[in-house]
Every structure is written in structure tokens, then in C-alpha cells.
């Protein structure tokens, strides 16, 4: 994985989710986000394990983790991010809409809304 460059981080599941916050964060003109592609929502858990090693990761303030519900309820997706970020010693939300008050921050969103199943392309 590449380094952390940004003090904010958002780990996405693929090259879809890249390219709609890309243009997103563009338009808002948020500029202080990193954007890492996990390659798929099966690649987490490793990918969350190897966040503590990659340099610049002790400057991250922020860390966002947004995956697709897809045809399970949200709830199975956040208790599957949570058990990984908890393995890997990040601080885990206890709830989704909510970020940790430890550093780093982290909060985890599961598309399309937090409470239906689907994906970004319902969301969108």
C-alpha cells in the first residue's frame, strides 16, 4: 500500500467509490483527504491490520471506512469492520453515525444510508 500523505484517510472499496469521492471531495474542495482503495469489501480486515504500518500513519487524525451493505443489513457490515479495526488495536465507533473521540478519529459509513441494504449505485 502507498504512504499516508494526508492527515485524514478514507478507505473505500474499489476503483467505483474512488472515482465518486475524487469528484466529490473536487467539487467541496476538500483537499486533505487521502483516498485508499481496499480493493473489495473481502480485503478489509488485512488491509485495516496493515494501516498501522504504512509510513505517515502515526500523522493520521482521521480515518473514514465506507463499504456497500450489499444484500446483508448494515449492521454485518460495521460489526465486521469493527471486529477489524479492534484486531488491529484502531479505535472502533461503537455505533454508525458516530466517530471515536480517540486519535485517530474513526467513524464507519455503510452505503447506501447506514440502514438499507444496496450499495453507491443506490445511494446514487
Same mark, same amino acid.
Do not use: H, W, Y
Given at each position: %500500500?502507498?504512504?499516508?500523505?494526508?492527515?485524514?484517510?478514507?478507505?473505500?472499496?474499489?476503483?467505483?467509490?474512488?472515482?465518486?469521492?475524487?469528484?466529490?471531495?473536487?467539487?467541496?474542495?476538500?483537499?486533505?483527504?487521502?483516498?485508499?482503495?481496499?480493493?473489495?469489501?473481502?480485503?478489509?480486515?488485512?488491509?485495516?491490520?496493515?494501516?498501522?504500518?504504512?509510513?505517515?500513519?502515526?500523522?493520521? @487524525?482521521?480515518?473514514?471506512?465506507?463499504?456497500?451493505?450489499?444484500?446483508?443489513?448494515?449492521?454485518?457490515?460495521?460489526? @465486521?469492520?469493527?471486529?477489524?479495526?479492534?484486531?488491529?488495536?484502531?479505535?472502533?465507533?461503537?455505533?454508525?453515525?458516530?466517530?471515536?473521540?480517540?486519535?485517530? @478519529?474513526?467513524?464507519?459509513?455503510? %452505503?447506501?444510508?447506514?440502514?438499507?441494504?444496496?450499495?453507491?449505485?443506490?445511494?446514487?
Amino acid at each position: %500500500m502507498e504512504s499516508i500523505t494526508k492527515p485524514k484517510i478514507l478507505a473505500v472499496e474499489g476503483i467505483d467509490e474512488i472515482n465518486f469521492f475524487t469528484a466529490f471531495f473536487k467539487v467541496l474542495e476538500i483537499t486533505d483527504v487521502q483516498i485508499l482503495d481496499f480493493k473489495g469489501k473481502t480485503n478489509f480486515p488485512t488491509n485495516i491490520s496493515a494501516l498501522p504500518n504504512i509510513p505517515g500513519f502515526d500523522s493520521v @487524525s482521521k480515518i473514514g471506512l465506507i463499504r456497500d451493505a450489499d444484500d446483508n443489513e448494515p449492521k454485518s457490515a460495521f460489526d @465486521s469492520l469493527v471486529a477489524a479495526l479492534n484486531k488491529a488495536q484502531i479505535p472502533a465507533p461503537t455505533e454508525l453515525n458516530r466517530f471515536t473521540t480517540e486519535s485517530p @478519529s474513526v467513524g464507519i459509513f455503510i %452505503m447506501p444510508d447506514n440502514v438499507k441494504k444496496g450499495m453507491l449505485e443506490d445511494l446514487c
